[in-house]
């Protein structure tokens, strides 16, 4: 039974680019969660999408965008990569919007 | 706001018992319970509901205290497996969905 997939698992970009993130969630779930983690804190939670709709946004500048597909799968882009977005980037995968949440394994961004 | 999780790091002997706590300045609508082990992606111990309905691990319990807004995580009979970061991740009424602020965390090393 496949879990939360996120790719890439590693990802090193420069000042000032932009990055696509991928997640898929676990089949039959139909809500995806971002949360951006910094070392030695707790997740920061960034977008929720529940049905292709946005049903929540974090305290994040408008360079950080997602979206849901019709599989359920999702993306987060960040435009204009700044060195403080290197993070571990968590995807979390829930049945419902109130529901228990499971995350992926994490992108780790760095940007140089 | 974050919530404050209590101890921040905690010494244990397999076989020893431990309580960890998450207390929020707001009104708790549910409280999710993580643990995450260093370099992998935090996994799901429990969630409690305001109302008292809980889904979760057997061998973990926890309690939701509306009127103190504090939830406590308690672990027995502590196993090595146990160590790691738990974090409580919190959603208060008013938030979209499970945006779920989460803790700074406790550390716990479980010692043979």
């Known amino acids: 039974d496949a879990g939360v997939t996120q790719s890439p698992t590693h990802l090193i970009k420069t000042r000032g680019q932009h990055v696509t993130l991928r997640c898929s969630p676990i089949?039959?779930?139909?809500?995806v969660s971002w949360y951006q983690q910094v070392l030695g804190q707790g997740p920061q939670f960034i977008f929720q999408?529940?049905?292709?709709?946005?049903?929540g946004r974090g305290n994040f500048p408008d360079r950080f965008s997602a979206r849901q597909f019709p599989n359920y799968s999702s993306e987060l882009n960040v435009n204009a990569l700044l060195l403080g977005d290197s993070a571990l980037y968590l995807c979390?995968?829930?049945?419902?919007?109130?529901?228990?949440?499971?995350f992926g394994q994490g992108t780790r961004l760095t940007v140089v | 706001q974050q919530p404050v999780q209590s101890p921040q790091a905690v010494i244990l002997r397999e076989g020893e018992d431990a309580v960890i706590n998450c207390s929020s300045s707001?009104?708790?609508?549910?409280v999710h319970w993580y643990r995450q082990k260093h370099g992998e992606a935090p996994v799901f111990l429990m969630i409690?509901?305001?109302?008292?309905e809980q889904k979760g691990h057997d061998k973990i319990s926890a309690s939701f205290n509306e009127k103190k807004q504090q939830s406590s995580l308690y672990l027995t009979a502590s196993q090595l497996s146990y160590s790691g970061t738990y974090f409580c991740?919190?959603?208060?009424?008013?938030?979209?969905?499970?945006?779920?602020?989460f803790g700074g965390g406790t550390r716990l090393m479980v010692k043979p």
């Open positions: 979390a995968s829930s049945f419902g919007v109130y529901t228990e949440a499971f």
């Open positions: 089949s039959g779930h139909k809500s």
């Open positions: 999408y529940y049905e292709k709709e946005e049903r």
């Open positions: 707001k009104a708790l609508y549910s």
């Open positions: 409690l509901l305001k109302g008292g």
């Open positions: 991740g919190i959603t208060n009424r008013g938030n979209a969905g499970n945006m779920l602020t």
